[in-house]
């Protein structure tokens, strides 16, 4: 019986942790061309456009 709940409870934290988080960005600038967004956690700049997200090199 014990095993059981232990089992179940290893299932439950396992699938919480499986969970890839998504960084969250701030939007700095936007027109067609791109979005440039900011990652409030990390400082760095990205440019993301229909074909993807790009990181900026500081200039």
């Known amino acids: 019986m014990i095993k ?3 089992l ?3 299932a ?3 699938t919480g942790s499986a ?3 998504e ?3 701030i939007v700095i600038e936007s027109d067609y061309d791109g979005t440039i967004l ?4 990390t400082g760095m700049r990205y440019l993301e ?3 993807g ?3 900026l090199e500081d200039m």
């Open 4 to 6: 059981c709940i232990l």
């Open 23 to 25: 960084p969250e960005y």
């Open 49 to 51: 456009t229909g074909e």
């Open 8 to 10: 179940i409870l290893a």
């Open 38 to 41: 900011l990652d409030p956690k």
């Open 19 to 21: 969970q890839s988080e």
């Open 53 to 55: 997200i790009y990181r």
């Open 12 to 14: 439950l934290l396992s």
